[in-house]
């Protein structure tokens, strides 16, 4: 069993910084590709940054220039650093990451979300 936890949301003002990580635990024997992605009210869940299988990063282009994803491999966590939020990043923001487990089948690769964590930028 893998687990995806987040961390770092909160309320900021417009113009304001916020870093969220993403800590995964559990039977992993390796992480392919790990990311962020958002959903607000009424909207679809979207993409806003992630590292690929390719270990080459994407974001949406709404947030790039903004927004920096990082990670540490030894954790197993990936980072994102949100700056110059506006009131249209508001939104929960989830932990994606397809990970890879050894089970009676061998090597399986599944993908987990996390919880979500809630960011919401005042205007």
């Known amino acids: 069993q893998v687990q995806l936890v987040e961390s770092g949301g909160g309320l900021v003002q417009a113009g304001g910084s916020l870093r969220l990580s993403c800590a995964a635990s559990?039977?992993?024997?390796?992480?392919?590709?790990m990311g962020w992605y958002r959903q607000a009210p009424g909207k679809q869940r979207e993409l806003v940054a992630k590292?690929?299988?390719?270990?080459?990063?994407n974001y949406a282009d709404s947030v790039r220039g903004r927004f920096t994803i990082s990670r540490d491999d030894a954790k197993n966590t990936v980072y994102l650093q949100m700056n110059s939020l506006k009131p249209e990043d508001t939104a929960v923001y989830y932990c994606n990451a397809a990970v890879v487990v050894i089970n009676a089948k061998g090597k399986s690769q599944y993908l987990y979300w996390g919880q979500g964590t809630q960011v919401t930028v005042s205007s």
């Open positions: 559990g039977s992993i024997f390796s992480i392919n590709a």
């Open positions: 590292f690929t299988s390719a270990g080459s990063t």
